[in-house]
């Protein structure tokens, strides 16, 4: 669970390196479900400059390479402007059941926030 | 049981809290700001010796210590882990709290 | 993946205080949605969470939504296990009379042993 937006917070880049490291020893990450500012890191609006890290691209990436679920919750995205229109590849918009439900399905649940 | 902590503790209570409810053999591993806490003369190191002493486990996150120029430092007792010792210890522990 | 019948004890917590950030508010909806999946949930207010609870919360002035109504609704949730610090409390002048709905206090020692049953701990 990230709850952090990209840039403002530390939170994001460690979640992303914990999966990363996660998925690099065997382990399977099901989902990160994206919830308060965090919903900010699935823009696909966002243009970092060039030298600095693209934190939403890193996310798509992710998905894409390790088939992990990348969930915005719907009722913080809409608070904050983040709609399908402007959704990076890999993430998708739905409920917070989908937080709980990874709760009872996962092994663990780690929360990055601030 | 794991103990995750991101902040200051010369900022927030994050980690005083944390401390007060590890019990004995739970982990607390220090990340992001937090990893401060876990550098030799803080003050912050009587509160992690106390939880030391009875027989609570303390990591630091490296590469957050080596971002903040403090890697060198780390206080006697206290363990460096990279990303991927987190995950193991994700792994090794059957629930997690974050305090955020 | 069939886990249907799964139930895991929950822990929702909070340590921080309502209006100046998002997270009470936010928090509370987690709780609100995990109501359908029954599972064993409870709530712990530590720290500054602990003004979550305070009786006569009065928004209008600061344009904010007044959420705390919400806490006594959980019941009808059938969310009935709130648990309060009772050194936070102590030491922001608080008492369990000055909460809007029922609660059991929970000195350190027993919200740590509590906290060393749950499944899953959500922080907030």
Known sequence: ?114 | MLHIVNKSPSERTALASCLAHARPGHCVLLIEDAVYAATRGHAAGEGLAAAMASQVKVYVLAPDLEARARAGAVADGVSMVDYAGFVDLVAKNPRVQSWL | ?124
């Open chain 3, 1 to 124: 993946m069939d886990q249907a019948g799964t139930v895991k004890k929950f822990l929702f917590v909070n340590r921080k205080a309502p209006y100046g950030s998002v997270y009470a508010l936010e928090g509370l909806e987690v709780v609100l949605i995990s109501a359908a999946f029954d599972q064993d949930v409870g709530l712990a207010f530590l720290d500054d969470g602990v003004y979550q609870l305070a009786k006569g919360q009065n928004t209008k002035a600061i344009e904010s939504k007044n959420f705390s109504p919400t806490y006594r609704a959980l019941e009808g949730y059938d969310i009935e296990k709130l648990y309060v610090e009772r050194e936070s409390l102590e030491s922001r002048g608080l008492t369990e009379d000055d909460l809007l709905v029922d609660v059991q206090v929970l000195g350190k020692a027993e919200m740590a042993a509590l906290m060393d049953e749950m499944d899953v701990m959500i922080s907030f």
């Open chain 1, 1 to 114: 669970m990230v709850n952090e937006g990209p840039y403002q917070h530390q939170s994001s880049d460690s979640a992303y390196l914990f999966c990363r490291a996660a998925i690099a020893a065997g382990h399977q990450i099901e989902r990160v479900f994206f919830y308060h500012d965090g919903v900010n890191n699935a823009t696909k609006l966002t243009e970092p400059p060039q030298d600095d890290r693209n934190v939403v691209a890193r996310w798509s990436r992710l998905a894409e390479e390790h088939g992990v679920d990348l969930v915005v919750c719907v009722a913080a995205a809409l608070r904050r402007g983040i709609v399908e229109s402007n959704l990076a590849q890999g993430f998708r918009i739905s409920g917070l059941g989908q937080l709980v439900e990874s709760a009872i399905q996962s092994d663990r649940l780690v929360v990055f926030g601030d």
